[in-house]
């Protein structure tokens, strides 16, 4: 059997895969250290690699003939923690439709012992010309490349606090190092790992005091988002009550443009 060649943020996240006969595919994710962010907290973010790839599979599955997909937008809610001596977690999809324009799949994150942890959305849009589908659809399974350490560490992060943000409130600049096995098929930055390091960063800009009992993250991928050089994520605060908090966490190109967008709403009083 050929060996994978694949080197991304799926394997470094410790995330497999396995096929079926019918063509249908199951994803695990081991529940280590990716899950805890910088201040010690549980980390959404370390989910959204597993829902990105496992739920925009599902589109790509879908795809027209000879069409390439690429995710657009992406919707994650936590919902509980992974229980205490969860060993990993894994992916329940359901295929919802294409519109002719995007292909749409939502899912569900569980333990395992089948509880749902999390609830996903993801939409695909269906491009042309860009590589060769069927070699990518091709891709045998590959091993687990689990790295040591938290999300940030895993996710090779820096993050800096300022209090720059709207009137003076706090602000995040994350900055992600160009790590080739952070990268997407393209050699752009995976749309999962912008997510992930949307939902840490604007996580962070709330204080640490604040007890999160659940956070949703809200992504639109807007354009590419190269990783010919460090990526810089900030993230400033919308709203902070004594109840919940929003921020908003925003990537550009060398051109000042948004390449990706992220609401990251969390909860719990400070």
Known sequence: MRESTHHGPEPRLGLTFSQADDGTVSWHQPVADQFVDPSGRFATGGLAVLVDSGLGAENHRHRPEGMWTVTTELRLDLLARPREGSTGLGVRTDHLGDDGHCL???????DDDGRVVAAGLVKSMEIA???DPDDYDDEPPWPSALAPGTLAEVLCLTMTHHDDGPAGT???EAVIAPEPALA????????GVFAAVAEVAGSAVFPHEREVSSSSLDVRYVRQIPLVGPVTVRAEA??????WGIAQAVTRDERGRVCAVASVTVYGRR
């Open 129 to 131: 010309g860009v590589v």
């Open 104 to 110: 749409t799949t939502r899912g569900d994150v569980l």
């Open 238 to 243: 919308l709203h902070d009550g004594r109840s």
């Open 184 to 191: 997407n098929p393209l050699g752009n930055l995976h749309g």
């Open 170 to 172: 706090r602000a995040v």
